[in-house]
């Protein structure tokens, strides 16, 4: 066994790695932890946040940095500290917009290595797991996996503060972030903050008005790729997220999640203030205005402001028919008018 170890440790210095992968002609220096990036399995679970590793030395770094509790790695722009320098320089470039890794055959770039890895790999691999319940495929099984969660009611991911429950680690991860109320991404246009790095990249192309996402069939673009899935189906007629209690169907797990709740009457957006629960996001938000007394949608003509965007958009419209009737030329004069010029 010391003998295999020794073998193994001599080939760092040596630069020799005799065995092929099969599967992308590769020669890795582990060649069993390499066959799981091409199955997608992540034998290493960490069991205080649900995070998984193919690599059993990625996981024992994971475990020693991130739940120690030690961070001295700090990040001289926003004070946010790290339990590895690595962490750090990812998280430096929130701030500074630099995407050094770049994929060779589409331009894309990234912030992360990992990323462009599992980018990179995209290209060259075939979908070969395919969801027996949508048709929809995917190059890994660990991804079909997380997909079939979404047919199911299974959330295997449970905030221990509030009890919702999520399909994946991440966002269980994301969440508990809204309970520390902790926003360490701001964005360098308009300051808004937010709670993951993910949220920010998305928000950011707001700004650039770069929508890099482009329906095929009609040169539509969006922001979020979901977006684009959805849209396509617009076109494909396909609805293949159906309600099991009266078999209507969606385009968007979304949407069905959210039509679910008129069955459940579930409210899961509740007031801090008052307790009053909502259905959608958006409408707490607009509920939430009733108390702060904010009119973030001001009308550009005379500088009323509004609670809601439909209230503007009614006022933007009454004030543009005044407008039309007072500074026509052409408009005839009323009745009366005329019968007073008679006598």
Same mark, same amino acid.
């Given at each position: 066994?010391?003998?295999?170890?020794?073998?193994?440790?001599?080939?760092?210095?040596?630069?020799?790695?005799?065995?092929?992968?099969?599967?992308?002609?590769?020669?890795?220096?582990? *060649? /069993?932890?390499?066959?799981?990036? #091409? +199955?997608?399995? =992540?034998?290493?679970? @960490?069991?205080? %946040? !649900?995070? &998984? $590793?193919?690599?059993?030395?990625?996981?024992?770094?994971?475990?020693?940095?991130?739940?120690?509790?030690?961070?001295?790695?700090?990040?001289?722009?926003?004070?946010?500290?790290?339990?590895?320098?690595?962490? *750090? /320089?990812?998280?430096?470039?929130? #701030? +500074?917009?630099? =995407?050094?890794?770049? @994929?060779?055959? %589409? !331009?894309? &770039? $990234?912030?992360?290595?990992?990323?462009?890895?599992?980018?990179?790999?995209?290209?060259?691999?075939?979908?070969?797991?395919?969801?027996?319940?949508?048709?929809?495929?995917?190059?890994?099984?660990?991804?079909?996996?997380?997909?079939?969660?979404?047919?199911?009611?299974?959330?295997?991911?449970?905030?221990?503060?509030?009890?919702?429950?999520?399909?994946?680690?991440?966002?269980?991860?994301?969440?508990?972030?809204?309970?520390?109320?902790?926003?360490?991404?701001?964005?360098?246009?308009?300051?808004?903050?937010?709670?993951?790095?993910?949220?920010?990249?998305?928000?950011?192309?707001?700004?650039?008005?770069?929508?890099?996402?482009?329906?095929?069939?009609?040169?539509?673009?969006?922001?979020?790729?979901?977006?684009?899935?959805?849209?396509?189906?617009?076109?494909?007629?396909?609805?293949?997220?159906?309600?099991?209690?009266?078999?209507?169907?969606?385009?968007?797990?979304?949407?069905?999640?959210?039509?679910?709740?008129?069955?459940?009457?579930?409210?899961?957006?509740?007031?801090?203030?008052?307790?009053?629960?909502?259905?959608?996001?958006?409408?707490?938000?607009?509920?939430?205005?009733?108390?702060?007394?904010?009119?973030?949608?001001?009308?550009?003509?005379?500088?009323?402001?509004?609670?809601?965007?439909?209230?503007?958009?009614?006022?933007?419209?009454?004030?543009?028919?005044?407008?039309?009737?007072?500074?026509?030329?052409?408009?005839?004069?009323?009745?009366?008018?005329?019968?007073?010029?008679?006598?």
């Amino acid at each position: 066994m010391y003998q295999s170890y020794l073998t193994r440790h001599v080939r760092t210095h040596t630069g020799e790695r005799p065995y092929e992968c099969v599967e992308c002609g590769k020669y890795p220096a582990s *060649l /069993q932890g390499h066959m799981m990036t #091409h +199955t997608g399995e =992540r034998p290493y679970l @960490c069991q205080q %946040c !649900g995070k &998984a $590793f193919s690599c059993p030395k990625y996981f024992r770094r994971h475990v020693r940095t991130m739940h120690s509790g030690v961070k001295p790695y700090e990040c001289k722009e926003c004070g946010k500290a790290y339990s590895s320098s690595t962490s *750090l /320089q990812e998280h430096v470039r929130t #701030h +500074t917009g630099e =995407r050094p890794f770049e @994929c060779p055959q %589409c !331009g894309k &770039a $990234f912030t992360r290595h990992s990323s462009l890895q599992g980018h990179v790999r995209a290209h060259s691999l075939e979908k070969r797991y395919e969801c027996a319940q949508c048709g929809k495929a995917f190059r890994w099984s660990s991804s079909l996996q997380k997909h079939v969660r979404t047919h199911s009611e299974e959330k295997p991911y449970e905030c221990q503060q509030c009890g919702k429950a999520f399909w994946y680690p991440a966002n269980l991860r994301a969440h508990l972030k809204t309970h520390t109320e902790e926003r360490p991404y701001e964005c360098p246009h308009c300051g808004k903050a937010f709670s993951c790095h993910s949220s920010l990249q998305v928000h950011v192309r707001k700004h650039s008005g770069v929508k890099p996402y482009e329906c095929k069939e009609c040169g539509k673009a969006f922001w979020y790729p979901v977006n684009l899935r959805a849209h396509v189906r617009t076109h494909t007629g396909e609805r293949p997220y159906e309600c099991k209690e009266c078999g209507k169907a969606y385009r968007c797990p979304a949407n069905l999640r959210v039509h679910v709740r008129t069955h459940t009457g579930e409210r899961p957006y509740e007031c801090q203030q008052c307790g009053k629960a909502f259905r959608y996001p958006a409408n707490l938000r607009a509920h939430v205005r009733t108390h702060t007394g904010e009119r973030p949608y001001e009308c550009q003509q005379c500088g009323k402001a509004f609670r809601y965007p439909t209230n503007l958009r009614l006022g933007s419209t009454a004030s543009t028919e005044s407008l039309k009737i007072t500074s026509s030329p052409s408009a005839p004069p009323p009745p009366h008018a005329l019968s007073l010029s008679l006598k």
